[in-house]
């Protein structure tokens, strides 16, 4: 059964530090996805890796995908308020379309 | 707006009762997934459905039920509702699931 555990849970940083948040998967994958979800609200798509040593980069967020550790990364640069949320990271399953999610990092920016 | 479209928004009903929440998926989109939230078990994959055939299954209840329309719009049924049923139900809905899913806004269910 497909495991995916992200670390930490929560995260309350500053503004304008660095930060990252780890995603790792049990079993191998051929997609991985981050999403963004404010409270209350639905699940925004931040960043599709579909290959190994895949990177993406949108604004102050950078994803990569190491499938043969079986790690995703989700880098923050510089953060700001805006970017307070809880972001998850999902894997698919090979033969099929579901999706397994991580728990979830609650990040939390500090002015 | 997403384009994937849910309704009702919320819905409060008592123990044992039965409810069923809606979902059109964005134009084009042939399949659609059922997704349940909760603070206890997180984002949990209930069913998938493409192009009106069940596709994947996941961890749904023997009281839930879903199928989809020939127009693509897809039904999720919860019957004999416990508490524990509380909690917020995404549908999403892709063309293919290699490039993700787009999320609809969500049904927030609490059953009293």
């Known amino acids: 059964e497909l495991k995916v555990e992200q670390n930490p849970l929560f995260l309350s940083m500053q503004e304008g530090k660095n930060y990252t948040i780890y995603c790792n998967y049990s079993?191998?994958?051929?997609?991985l996805y981050w999403y963004r979800q404010d409270p209350g609200k639905s699940l925004e798509s931040l960043f599709v890796?579909?290959?190994?040593?895949a990177v993406k980069q949108e604004g102050r967020l950078m994803a990569s995908l190491d499938t043969k550790a079986r790690l995703s990364t989700l880098h923050i640069t510089a953060a700001v308020h805006d970017l307070s949320a809880t972001y998850f990271c999902?894997?698919?399953?090979?033969?099929?379309?579901?999706?397994?999610f991580g728990t979830g990092t609650r990040l939390t920016i500090i002015p | 707006d997403s384009g994937v479209t849910q309704t009702p928004k919320h819905l409060i009903t008592a123990t044992g009762q039965r409810v069923t929440l809606r979902c059109s998926p964005r134009?084009?989109?042939?399949?659609v997934y059922w997704y349940q939230q909760s603070l206890d078990q997180g984002l949990q994959f209930l069913i998938q459905?493409?192009?009106?055939?069940?596709?994947a299954k996941g961890n749904i209840l023997e009281r839930f039920s879903a199928q989809q329309f020939p127009d693509l719009h897809s039904e999720l049924n919860l019957s004999s509702l416990e508490l524990g049923d509380s909690a917020l139900y995404f549908c999403?809905?892709?063309?293919?699931?290699?490039?993700?899913?787009?999320f609809g806004s969500g049904t927030r269910l609490t059953v009293v």
């Open positions: 134009s084009g989109d042939l399949s």
């Open positions: 999902a894997v698919g399953h090979f033969g099929n379309e579901k999706l397994t």
């Open positions: 890796l579909l290959s190994n040593g």
């Open positions: 459905y493409y192009n009106g055939e069940e596709r």
């Open positions: 079993t191998t994958s051929d997609r």
């Open positions: 999403a809905s892709s063309v293919s699931g290699g490039n993700g899913y787009t």
